[in-house]
Protein backbone atom coordinates (compact mmCIF):
# COMPACT_ATOMS: atom_id res chain seq x y z
CA UNK A 1 0.00 0.00 0.00
CA UNK A 2 1.44 3.45 -1.24
CA UNK A 3 2.09 5.92 1.63
CA UNK A 4 -1.39 7.97 0.43
CA UNK A 5 -3.51 5.19 0.73
CA UNK A 6 -2.08 4.47 3.85
CA UNK A 7 -2.92 8.25 4.85
CA UNK A 8 -6.46 7.77 3.28
CA UNK A 9 -6.97 4.47 4.99
CA UNK A 10 -6.43 5.72 8.22
CA UNK A 11 -8.02 9.01 7.58
CA UNK A 12 -11.07 6.82 6.25
CA UNK A 13 -10.67 5.07 9.70
CA UNK A 14 -10.87 8.15 11.79
CA UNK A 15 -13.73 9.56 9.81
CA UNK A 16 -16.32 6.02 10.81
CA UNK A 17 -15.17 6.36 14.32
CA UNK A 18 -16.34 10.00 14.07
CA UNK A 19 -19.72 9.31 12.01
CA UNK A 20 -20.69 6.05 14.69
CA UNK A 21 -20.40 8.46 17.47
CA UNK A 22 -22.50 11.36 16.33
CA UNK A 23 -25.75 12.40 18.03
CA UNK A 24 -28.52 14.59 16.52
CA UNK A 25 -31.18 16.85 16.97
CA UNK A 26 -34.40 15.55 15.51
CA UNK A 27 -37.45 17.16 13.62
CA UNK A 28 -37.64 18.88 10.10
CA UNK A 29 -38.40 22.98 10.39
CA UNK A 30 -37.52 23.27 13.74
CA UNK A 31 -36.21 26.02 15.85
CA UNK A 32 -33.37 24.03 17.26
CA UNK A 33 -30.61 25.00 19.76
CA UNK A 34 -27.24 23.65 20.68
CA UNK A 35 -23.93 24.45 22.40
CA UNK A 36 -21.11 22.65 22.19
CA UNK A 37 -19.42 24.19 25.47
CA UNK A 38 -22.11 25.16 28.42
CA UNK A 39 -22.67 28.90 28.57
CA UNK A 40 -22.07 29.51 25.05
CA UNK A 41 -25.44 30.14 23.85
CA UNK A 42 -27.11 33.10 25.01
CA UNK A 43 -30.15 33.22 27.10
CA UNK A 44 -33.43 35.70 26.42
CA UNK A 45 -31.59 37.54 23.54
CA UNK A 46 -29.86 36.92 20.13
CA UNK A 47 -27.24 39.80 19.96
CA UNK A 48 -25.93 40.69 24.02
CA UNK A 49 -23.60 43.57 23.93
CA UNK A 50 -20.39 41.28 24.58
CA UNK A 51 -21.76 37.49 23.03
CA UNK A 52 -20.86 34.31 25.94
CA UNK A 53 -17.42 33.19 26.18
CA UNK A 54 -15.97 35.89 24.59
CA UNK A 55 -17.81 34.28 21.39
CA UNK A 56 -19.03 36.94 17.97
CA UNK A 57 -22.81 36.99 17.58
CA UNK A 58 -23.75 36.58 13.73
CA UNK A 59 -26.90 36.22 12.29
CA UNK A 60 -27.40 33.80 9.01
CA UNK A 61 -30.28 34.03 6.80
CA UNK A 62 -31.33 31.68 4.21
CA UNK A 63 -34.87 33.70 3.67
CA UNK A 64 -35.85 37.40 3.20
CA UNK A 65 -35.86 39.40 6.86
CA UNK A 66 -39.92 39.82 6.13
CA UNK A 67 -40.82 36.23 4.70
CA UNK A 68 -43.88 34.60 6.28
CA UNK A 69 -42.96 32.98 9.76
CA UNK A 70 -43.87 29.35 8.23
CA UNK A 71 -41.35 30.07 5.31
CA UNK A 72 -38.62 32.01 7.56
CA UNK A 73 -35.23 30.48 7.81
CA UNK A 74 -32.62 31.82 9.91
CA UNK A 75 -29.68 31.18 12.66
CA UNK A 76 -27.89 32.49 14.82
CA UNK A 77 -24.39 31.62 15.19
CA UNK A 78 -21.80 31.78 17.71
CA UNK A 79 -18.15 31.70 16.61
CA UNK A 80 -14.72 32.27 18.13
CA UNK A 81 -14.01 34.36 15.10
CA UNK A 82 -16.35 37.18 12.55
CA UNK A 83 -17.13 35.43 8.86
CA UNK A 84 -16.81 39.46 8.15
CA UNK A 85 -13.10 38.93 8.67
CA UNK A 86 -11.17 37.38 5.51
CA UNK A 87 -9.70 38.64 2.73
CA UNK A 88 -10.75 38.84 -0.95
CA UNK A 89 -11.59 36.37 -3.13
CA UNK A 90 -10.28 35.45 -6.34
CA UNK A 91 -11.85 33.30 -9.50
CA UNK A 92 -11.10 30.27 -9.50
CA UNK A 93 -11.61 27.37 -12.62
CA UNK A 94 -14.92 25.65 -12.20
CA UNK A 95 -14.18 22.26 -13.42
CA UNK A 96 -16.68 20.13 -14.56
CA UNK A 97 -19.34 22.49 -12.22
CA UNK A 98 -21.62 24.32 -14.12
CA UNK A 99 -24.68 27.05 -13.49
CA UNK A 100 -27.92 27.80 -14.81
CA UNK A 101 -28.96 29.58 -17.34
CA UNK A 102 -27.91 26.42 -19.16
CA UNK A 103 -26.86 28.04 -22.63
CA UNK A 104 -24.11 25.20 -23.99
CA UNK A 105 -26.92 23.53 -26.05
CA UNK A 106 -30.99 23.91 -26.86
CA UNK A 107 -33.63 21.89 -24.59
CA UNK A 108 -33.46 18.66 -26.26
CA UNK A 109 -37.20 16.83 -25.49
CA UNK A 110 -35.04 13.20 -26.67
CA UNK A 111 -34.65 10.96 -24.03
CA UNK A 112 -31.30 10.56 -22.29
CA UNK A 113 -29.73 7.41 -19.65
CA UNK A 114 -26.16 7.48 -18.77
CA UNK A 115 -24.27 4.70 -16.92
CA UNK A 116 -22.76 5.96 -14.04
CA UNK A 117 -19.33 7.89 -13.93
CA UNK A 118 -15.75 6.81 -14.41
CA UNK A 119 -13.70 6.65 -11.42
CA UNK A 120 -11.87 10.26 -10.59
CA UNK A 121 -8.47 10.56 -10.93
CA UNK A 122 -6.58 9.73 -7.45
CA UNK A 123 -6.89 12.99 -5.33
CA UNK A 124 -10.08 13.72 -6.47
CA UNK A 125 -12.38 15.20 -3.34
CA UNK A 126 -16.30 15.95 -3.28
CA UNK A 127 -16.20 19.55 -4.41
CA UNK A 128 -13.20 18.30 -7.30
CA UNK A 129 -15.40 15.36 -8.72
CA UNK A 130 -18.72 17.62 -8.99
CA UNK A 131 -19.44 16.95 -12.62
CA UNK A 132 -22.89 18.61 -13.62
CA UNK A 133 -25.41 16.94 -15.61
CA UNK A 134 -27.81 19.78 -16.70
CA UNK A 135 -30.47 21.81 -15.23
CA UNK A 136 -32.82 24.73 -15.36
CA UNK A 137 -33.74 28.43 -14.25
CA UNK A 138 -30.91 30.74 -13.37
CA UNK A 139 -29.13 30.54 -10.48
CA UNK A 140 -28.75 34.72 -10.02
CA UNK A 141 -32.33 34.54 -10.08
CA UNK A 142 -32.51 32.68 -7.16
CA UNK A 143 -35.16 30.31 -9.94
CA UNK A 144 -34.46 26.47 -10.93
CA UNK A 145 -31.97 23.93 -10.27
CA UNK A 146 -29.21 21.82 -11.09
CA UNK A 147 -28.69 18.36 -11.32
CA UNK A 148 -25.05 17.44 -10.24
CA UNK A 149 -22.83 14.07 -9.65
CA UNK A 150 -19.82 13.59 -7.57
CA UNK A 151 -17.25 10.52 -7.47
CA UNK A 152 -14.05 11.26 -5.08
CA UNK A 153 -11.58 9.10 -3.58
CA UNK A 154 -9.86 11.65 -1.01
CA UNK A 155 -10.73 14.22 1.41
CA UNK A 156 -11.07 17.64 1.53
CA UNK A 157 -8.11 18.83 3.41
CA UNK A 158 -7.77 22.22 4.63
CA UNK A 159 -11.02 23.53 2.31
CA UNK A 160 -14.32 24.17 2.85
CA UNK A 161 -17.21 24.75 0.23
CA UNK A 162 -20.34 27.06 0.51
CA UNK A 163 -22.83 27.70 -1.95
CA UNK A 164 -24.48 31.20 -2.44
CA UNK A 165 -26.90 30.26 -5.51
CA UNK A 166 -28.81 27.60 -3.58
CA UNK A 167 -29.10 24.52 -1.48
CA UNK A 168 -27.56 20.99 -1.84
CA UNK A 169 -29.58 18.02 -1.66
CA UNK A 170 -26.79 15.07 -1.76
CA UNK A 171 -28.08 11.31 -2.10
CA UNK A 172 -24.85 9.26 -1.98
CA UNK A 173 -24.40 5.92 -3.75
CA UNK A 174 -21.40 4.50 -3.55
CA UNK A 175 -19.73 4.86 0.23
CA UNK A 176 -20.66 6.56 2.97
CA UNK A 177 -19.94 11.03 3.93
CA UNK A 178 -18.98 12.78 6.87
CA UNK A 179 -19.92 16.33 6.64
CA UNK A 180 -18.34 18.84 8.42
CA UNK A 181 -20.89 22.01 8.96
CA UNK A 182 -20.69 25.69 10.54
CA UNK A 183 -23.35 23.71 12.58
CA UNK A 184 -22.04 20.07 13.14
CA UNK A 185 -21.33 16.86 11.90
CA UNK A 186 -23.49 14.96 10.15
CA UNK A 187 -22.89 11.21 8.51
CA UNK A 188 -24.82 10.61 5.26
CA UNK A 189 -24.61 6.39 4.05
CA UNK A 190 -26.36 5.16 0.58
CA UNK A 191 -29.76 5.18 1.59
CA UNK A 192 -29.50 8.46 3.30
CA UNK A 193 -30.08 12.02 1.77
CA UNK A 194 -28.43 15.15 3.28
CA UNK A 195 -29.37 18.48 2.94
CA UNK A 196 -27.32 21.36 3.19
CA UNK A 197 -28.79 25.10 3.20
CA UNK A 198 -27.69 28.01 1.23
CA UNK A 199 -24.43 29.93 2.46
CA UNK A 200 -23.37 27.49 5.12
CA UNK A 201 -20.03 26.31 4.97
CA UNK A 202 -19.07 22.10 4.95
CA UNK A 203 -16.36 19.97 4.10
CA UNK A 204 -16.71 16.22 3.32
CA UNK A 205 -14.36 13.86 4.49
CA UNK A 206 -15.22 9.95 3.22
CA UNK A 207 -15.95 7.13 5.31
CA UNK A 208 -14.61 4.60 2.33
CA UNK A 209 -12.15 4.46 0.10
CA UNK A 210 -14.28 6.35 -2.59
CA UNK A 211 -17.49 7.63 -2.71
CA UNK A 212 -20.30 8.58 -5.76
CA UNK A 213 -23.68 10.04 -5.83
CA UNK A 214 -25.89 12.74 -7.16
CA UNK A 215 -26.63 16.02 -6.28
CA UNK A 216 -29.35 18.54 -6.54
CA UNK A 217 -28.96 22.32 -6.41
CA UNK A 218 -32.13 23.39 -5.51
CA UNK A 219 -32.24 28.15 -6.60
CA UNK A 220 -35.48 28.48 -5.76
CA UNK A 221 -37.63 28.25 -2.23
CA UNK A 222 -35.80 26.05 0.29
CA UNK A 223 -36.99 22.81 0.12
CA UNK A 224 -40.20 21.89 2.89
CA UNK A 225 -42.19 19.39 3.94
CA UNK A 226 -45.00 18.82 1.00
CA UNK A 227 -48.72 18.97 2.41
CA UNK A 228 -50.79 16.30 3.01
CA UNK A 229 -54.13 16.82 2.24
CA UNK A 230 -56.50 13.91 2.34
CA UNK A 231 -53.90 12.07 3.54
CA UNK A 232 -53.90 13.28 6.87
CA UNK A 233 -51.75 14.29 10.06
CA UNK A 234 -49.33 11.43 8.77
CA UNK A 235 -47.69 9.43 6.70
CA UNK A 236 -44.76 9.93 3.51
CA UNK A 237 -41.70 11.77 5.49
CA UNK A 238 -42.39 11.98 8.92
CA UNK A 239 -40.71 15.80 10.28
CA UNK A 240 -39.26 13.55 13.27
CA UNK A 241 -37.20 11.46 11.03
CA UNK A 242 -34.92 14.27 10.09
CA UNK A 243 -31.41 14.90 11.92
CA UNK A 244 -29.85 18.27 12.25
CA UNK A 245 -26.64 18.06 13.94
CA UNK A 246 -25.30 19.26 17.09
CA UNK A 247 -22.77 22.27 17.92
CA UNK A 248 -19.06 20.79 17.01
CA UNK A 249 -16.28 23.18 16.42
CA UNK A 250 -12.85 23.79 14.62
CA UNK A 251 -10.54 25.90 16.74
CA UNK A 252 -7.81 25.72 14.11
CA UNK A 253 -5.14 28.35 12.75
CA UNK A 254 -3.71 27.39 9.93
CA UNK A 255 -4.28 28.39 6.15
CA UNK A 256 -7.82 27.17 5.21
CA UNK A 257 -9.30 27.54 1.63
CA UNK A 258 -12.77 28.82 1.44
CA UNK A 259 -14.55 28.67 -1.87
CA UNK A 260 -17.49 30.07 -2.31
CA UNK A 261 -20.12 29.01 -5.70
CA UNK A 262 -21.60 32.44 -6.28
CA UNK A 263 -23.54 33.13 -9.52
CA UNK A 264 -22.77 30.17 -11.08
CA UNK A 265 -18.88 30.74 -10.87
CA UNK A 266 -16.08 29.28 -7.65
CA UNK A 267 -14.35 31.97 -6.10
CA UNK A 268 -11.48 31.63 -3.38
CA UNK A 269 -9.94 33.19 -0.83
CA UNK A 270 -7.60 31.47 1.69
CA UNK A 271 -8.28 31.92 5.74
CA UNK A 272 -5.55 32.39 8.50
CA UNK A 273 -8.20 29.63 10.57
CA UNK A 274 -10.92 27.08 10.10
CA UNK A 275 -14.30 28.99 9.49
CA UNK A 276 -16.07 25.87 11.01
CA UNK A 277 -15.89 27.56 14.20
CA UNK A 278 -19.04 27.85 15.46
CA UNK A 279 -19.75 27.00 19.14
CA UNK A 280 -23.30 27.29 19.51
CA UNK A 281 -26.00 27.81 17.63
CA UNK A 282 -30.13 28.35 17.23
CA UNK A 283 -32.32 28.72 14.74
CA UNK A 284 -33.74 27.34 11.29
CA UNK A 285 -31.52 27.30 9.02
CA UNK A 286 -29.91 24.18 9.43
CA UNK A 287 -28.66 20.64 7.96
CA UNK A 288 -30.42 17.27 8.15
CA UNK A 289 -29.95 13.99 7.28
CA UNK A 290 -32.28 11.61 6.44
CA UNK A 291 -32.66 7.79 5.93
CA UNK A 292 -34.83 7.08 2.96
CA UNK A 293 -35.63 4.23 4.04
CA UNK A 294 -38.17 5.62 7.02
CA UNK A 295 -39.93 6.96 4.09
CA UNK A 296 -44.29 5.80 4.61
CA UNK A 297 -44.89 4.56 1.53
CA UNK A 298 -48.84 4.94 1.18
CA UNK A 299 -50.30 4.04 -1.82
CA UNK A 300 -53.43 1.85 -3.61
CA UNK A 301 -54.58 -0.80 -1.97
CA UNK A 302 -57.59 -1.47 -4.48
CA UNK A 303 -56.94 -0.73 -7.84
CA UNK A 304 -54.15 1.45 -10.39
CA UNK A 305 -50.22 2.29 -9.65
CA UNK A 306 -50.69 6.03 -7.83
CA UNK A 307 -48.82 9.62 -9.41
CA UNK A 308 -45.75 9.33 -8.29
CA UNK A 309 -46.47 12.57 -6.34
CA UNK A 310 -47.37 10.27 -3.61
CA UNK A 311 -43.75 9.57 -3.31
CA UNK A 312 -42.69 13.22 -2.39
CA UNK A 313 -40.49 13.60 0.24
CA UNK A 314 -39.42 17.06 0.07
CA UNK A 315 -40.69 19.88 -2.21
CA UNK A 316 -39.75 23.54 -3.28
CA UNK A 317 -43.19 25.19 -3.61
CA UNK A 318 -43.00 27.66 -6.80
CA UNK A 319 -45.15 31.10 -6.95
CA UNK A 320 -47.92 28.55 -8.63
CA UNK A 321 -49.79 25.95 -5.81
CA UNK A 322 -49.08 22.96 -6.61
CA UNK A 323 -46.58 23.14 -9.27
CA UNK A 324 -42.85 22.58 -7.50
CA UNK A 325 -39.64 24.26 -8.61
CA UNK A 326 -38.44 20.71 -7.95
CA UNK A 327 -39.16 17.69 -5.93
CA UNK A 328 -37.38 15.09 -4.32
CA UNK A 329 -39.28 11.64 -4.77
CA UNK A 330 -37.90 8.60 -3.47
CA UNK A 331 -39.30 4.96 -4.24
CA UNK A 332 -38.89 2.93 -1.15
CA UNK A 333 -39.39 -0.60 -0.40
CA UNK A 334 -43.40 -1.13 -0.87
CA UNK A 335 -45.98 -3.45 -0.97
CA UNK A 336 -47.97 -3.65 -4.64
CA UNK A 337 -51.47 -5.44 -3.94
CA UNK A 338 -53.60 -3.62 -6.53
CA UNK A 339 -56.38 -5.85 -8.30
CA UNK A 340 -56.79 -6.40 -11.95
CA UNK A 341 -53.90 -3.63 -12.03
CA UNK A 342 -50.81 -3.00 -14.35
CA UNK A 343 -48.37 -2.86 -11.05
CA UNK A 344 -44.84 -1.16 -12.63
CA UNK A 345 -44.97 3.03 -13.59
CA UNK A 346 -47.70 3.03 -15.76
CA UNK A 347 -46.57 4.49 -19.34
CA UNK A 348 -47.11 8.08 -19.44
CA UNK A 349 -45.80 11.98 -20.79
CA UNK A 350 -45.90 14.86 -18.11
CA UNK A 351 -45.47 18.95 -18.12
CA UNK A 352 -42.87 18.22 -15.12
CA UNK A 353 -39.38 16.85 -16.31
CA UNK A 354 -37.91 13.83 -14.53
CA UNK A 355 -34.21 12.92 -13.83
CA UNK A 356 -34.07 9.57 -11.87
CA UNK A 357 -31.11 7.84 -10.23
CA UNK A 358 -31.02 4.47 -8.81
CA UNK A 359 -28.64 3.82 -5.21
CA UNK A 360 -29.38 -0.16 -5.36
CA UNK A 361 -30.86 -2.92 -6.62
CA UNK A 362 -33.66 -2.87 -9.79
CA UNK A 363 -36.01 -0.59 -10.52
CA UNK A 364 -39.40 -2.10 -10.97
CA UNK A 365 -40.65 -0.70 -14.83
CA UNK A 366 -36.79 -1.18 -16.11
CA UNK A 367 -35.21 -4.50 -17.00
CA UNK A 368 -32.07 -3.61 -17.79
CA UNK A 369 -29.71 -0.71 -18.22
CA UNK A 370 -30.41 1.08 -15.29
CA UNK A 371 -27.55 0.44 -12.71
CA UNK A 372 -26.84 2.22 -9.39
CA UNK A 373 -24.94 5.25 -9.92
CA UNK A 374 -26.85 5.29 -13.10
CA UNK A 375 -29.54 8.02 -14.25
CA UNK A 376 -32.10 8.74 -16.55
CA UNK A 377 -33.40 12.10 -17.84
CA UNK A 378 -37.50 12.62 -19.50
CA UNK A 379 -38.10 15.93 -20.15
CA UNK A 380 -41.46 17.44 -20.20
CA UNK A 381 -43.79 15.93 -22.24
CA UNK A 382 -41.14 12.81 -22.98
CA UNK A 383 -42.99 9.69 -23.44
CA UNK A 384 -41.62 7.21 -21.17
CA UNK A 385 -42.63 3.93 -18.91
CA UNK A 386 -41.97 0.69 -18.58
CA UNK A 387 -39.21 -1.14 -21.21
CA UNK A 388 -40.92 -4.12 -23.08
CA UNK A 389 -39.50 -7.10 -20.88
CA UNK A 390 -41.12 -5.05 -18.35
CA UNK A 391 -44.32 -4.78 -19.90
CA UNK A 392 -44.69 -8.66 -21.48
CA UNK A 393 -43.75 -9.80 -17.56
CA UNK A 394 -46.02 -7.39 -15.67
CA UNK A 395 -48.96 -7.77 -17.85
CA UNK A 396 -49.30 -11.93 -17.57
CA UNK A 397 -47.78 -11.97 -13.49
CA UNK A 398 -49.90 -13.62 -11.17
CA UNK A 399 -51.25 -10.53 -9.34
CA UNK A 400 -50.61 -11.86 -5.62
CA UNK A 401 -49.57 -9.25 -2.80
CA UNK A 402 -45.75 -8.74 -4.36
CA UNK A 403 -42.72 -6.53 -1.69
CA UNK A 404 -40.64 -4.36 -3.71
CA UNK A 405 -37.73 -4.26 -1.14
CA UNK A 406 -34.78 -5.39 -4.01
CA UNK A 407 -34.07 -1.30 -4.65
CA UNK A 408 -34.16 2.37 -3.65
CA UNK A 409 -34.31 4.88 -6.41
CA UNK A 410 -35.28 8.57 -6.38
CA UNK A 411 -36.58 11.06 -8.81
CA UNK A 412 -35.20 15.00 -9.12
CA UNK A 413 -38.74 16.71 -10.82
CA UNK A 414 -39.04 20.42 -11.92
CA UNK A 415 -41.24 22.16 -13.02
CA UNK A 416 -38.79 23.51 -16.46
CA UNK A 417 -37.53 21.69 -18.78
CA UNK A 418 -33.79 20.34 -18.11
CA UNK A 419 -31.06 21.42 -20.49
CA UNK A 420 -28.07 18.76 -20.41
CA UNK A 421 -25.01 20.64 -20.28
CA UNK A 422 -22.35 19.88 -23.41
CA UNK A 423 -20.32 17.15 -21.18
CA UNK A 424 -23.32 15.52 -20.27
CA UNK A 425 -24.98 15.05 -24.26
CA UNK A 426 -21.37 13.81 -25.38
CA UNK A 427 -20.11 11.76 -22.21
CA UNK A 428 -18.50 8.66 -22.82
CA UNK A 429 -20.84 6.84 -20.54
CA UNK A 430 -24.09 8.29 -21.96
CA UNK A 431 -25.86 4.78 -23.22
CA UNK A 432 -26.60 6.14 -27.04
CA UNK A 433 -28.79 2.97 -27.45
CA UNK A 434 -31.59 4.36 -24.73
CA UNK A 435 -34.79 4.15 -27.18
CA UNK A 436 -34.56 0.72 -28.18
CA UNK A 437 -36.06 0.06 -24.63
CA UNK A 438 -39.36 0.56 -26.27
CA UNK A 439 -38.92 -1.57 -29.21
CA UNK A 440 -40.41 -4.94 -29.04
CA UNK A 441 -43.37 -3.26 -27.76
CA UNK A 442 -45.79 -5.65 -30.01
CA UNK A 443 -49.11 -4.41 -31.28
CA UNK A 444 -52.12 -6.18 -29.29
CA UNK A 445 -55.01 -4.43 -30.81
CA UNK A 446 -57.98 -6.61 -31.74
CA UNK A 447 -60.89 -4.75 -33.26
Same mark, same amino acid.
Given at each position: ????????? @???????????????????????????????? %????????? !????????????????????????????????? !?? /???????? $?????????????????????????? %???????????????????? @??????? &??????????????????????????????????????????? %????????????????????? !??????? $???????? %????????????????????? !???????? =?????????? $??????????????????????????????? $????? &????? =??????????????????????????????????????? =??????????????????????????????????????????? /?????????????????????????????? &??????????????????????????????
Amino acid at each position: MSEQADSAH @AGSEQARKTAEALEYLTGFGNEHSSEAVPGAL %PIGRNSPQR !APLGLYAEQLSGSAFTEPRTHNRRSWLYRIRPS !AA /HPPFTRID $NGALRSAPFTEAVPDPNRFRWNPLPD %PAPGTDFLSGLWTLGGNGDA @AQRAGMA &IHLYAANADMTDRVFSDSDGELLIVPERGGLLLRTELGLLAAH %PGDMALIPRGVRFRVELLDAD !ARGYVCE $NYGQPFEL %PNLGPIGANGLAAARDFQAPV !AAYEDIER =PTEVINKFCG $NLWSATYDHSPLDVVAWHGSHVPYVYDMRRF $NVLGS &ISYDH =PDPSIFTVLTSPSDTPGLAGVDFVVFAPRWLVGEDTFRP =PYFHRNVMSEYMGLIEGAYDAKAEGFVPGGGSLHNMMSAHGPD /HETFDRASAADLKPQKIDDGLAFMFETRWP &ITATAQAAGADHLQRGYDDVWQGLQRHFRA
